[in-house]
């Protein structure tokens, strides 16, 4: 499975994004599809994932939606009400098997896409 990211780019504090990510083949819906982000200087740490449900980071709770069209096998990324920390690249993964317990983790997924970039300015 190859996993195509965009609609990343540079906003201001407050504004929005979605991003969006492609899947080359059909993604089953038991398949996990996640959202990971880099900052500068920092590990990539999880953002958000959904199997049968959402899940987020604390840090992007109430502001940030994910949601998958299993029907064109993406996933949406929508991001509200941005901060300067959230300025990372992000990056869609895919995964199979995975359990809850480890959906937060970065080495649970299988496949990755190469990233979009996320700038806010403050």
């Known amino acids: 499975v190859q996993l195509q990211a965009s609609g990343g780019g540079v906003v201001q504090a407050g504004d929005s994004l979605r991003l969006s990510c492609a899947a080359s083949t059909r993604v089953a819906s038991s398949t996990t599809m996640g959202w990971f982000r880099q900052a500068p200087g920092k590990e990539r740490e999880f953002v958000a994932a959904?199997?049968?449900?959402?899940y987020y980071a604390n840090s992007v709770k109430g502001r940030f939606t994910i949601s998958r069209d299993n029907a064109k096998n993406t996933v949406y990324l929508q991001m509200n009400s941005l901060e300067p920390e959230d300025t990372a690249v992000y990056y869609c993964a895919a995964g199979t098997g995975i359990i809850m317990s480890q959906i937060r983790e970065d080495t649970a997924y299988n496949y990755w896409g190469r990233g979009t970039l996320v700038t806010v300015s403050s």
């Open positions: 959904f199997k049968w449900n959402p």
